[in-house]
């Protein structure tokens, strides 16, 4: 896996460009960076910038990953509808097969994330056009 934290190769997104930010506003990112930065001790392999909804929200916490409820004592706001957030792609994946992913930015979404959804999967739920 390549792409790790900022110091080295800037990272690629699926689209074969540098990676732009996710988000700072919350900020997102496994090394909370921005970015969906991946490295070899980002197990989840959080590299899809989505922009996240109702229903995904939902669909997360019924899986057991409440990404809504804040989290003060990790600096943890939790997310409204409409914010962008680095997600893990066999979560994505699996929204997608639930009739509930959110949409994408391809940009921002780092190449790796090839390793488990496809980029036609991506393209159809993009934000930004490609």
């Not at 506003?25 to 109702?54: K, Q, S, W």
């Not at 409820?69 to 639930?98: I, K, N, S, V």
Request: net charge negative; charged share 20%; aromatic share 6%.
């Amino acid at each position: 896996m390549d792409g790790g934290p900022p110091g080295g190769e800037p990272p690629l997104n699926v689209l074969g460009e540098t990676l732009a930010s996710c988000s700072c506003e919350p900020m997102t990112g496994f090394y909370r960076d921005g970015c969906c930065n991946t490295g070899p001790d980002d197990f989840g392999l959080h590299v899809i910038c989505a922009r996240v909804t109702a229903d995904f929200l939902a669909f997360s916490k019924a899986r057991g990953n409440d990404l809504s409820t804040p989290r003060p004592e990790f600096g943890f706001p939790g997310l409204q509808p409409g914010d962008q957030w680095c997600l893990c792609a066999l979560r994505w994946r699996e929204a997608l097969d639930a009739g509930c992913a959110p949409q994408v930015v391809l940009a921002a979404t780092h190449r790796n994330a090839l390793a488990a959804v496809s980029l036609e999967d991506l393209r159809r739920h993009a934000l930004d056009a490609h």
